[in-house]
């Protein structure tokens, strides 16, 4: 079992920047895969970004590749989110997930976090 708690939500406007965290516990943080998530407005949850459990290994959706770093501290049992260059579409519930397998598919992503809330203003 992990439990995941995300944090660093907020209200930007275009342009702006933001960090996200993701604090996980309650097993072998290294381990696993983890992801982020989001969920806008009348949509779908979709993929942003995974990292390896030894950090090596990154993977980005196409929206946010060149604007967005997924990076995590084992040591701290912490993933993080850099989210620069903010745009009105990034507007979402951005969701912390963790696995033992690697994917972009939600399914297969059996630990969640509760989401936090980012809105950025035109």
């Known amino acids: 079992q992990v439990q995941l708690v995300e944090s660093g939500g907020g209200l930007v406007q275009a342009g702006d920047s933001l960090r996200l965290s993701c604090a996980a516990s309650?097993?072998?943080?290294?381990?696993?895969?983890m992801g982020w998530f989001r969920q806008g407005p009348g949509k779908e949850r979709e993929f942003v970004a995974r990292i390896s459990g030894s950090g090596g290994g990154v993977y980005y959706a196409d929206s946010v590749k060149g604007r967005f770093t997924i990076s995590r501290d084992n040591a701290k049992n912490t993933v993080y989110l850099q989210m620069n260059s903010l745009k009105p579409e990034d507007t979402a519930v951005y969701y912390c997930?963790?696995?033992?397998?690697?994917?972009?598919?939600?399914?297969?992503?059996?630990?969640w976090g509760q989401g936090t809330q980012v809105t950025v203003s035109s």
């Open positions: 309650g097993s072998i943080f290294s381990r696993y895969t």
């Open positions: 997930a963790a696995s033992l397998v690697s994917a972009v598919i939600t399914s297969v992503w059996p630990y």
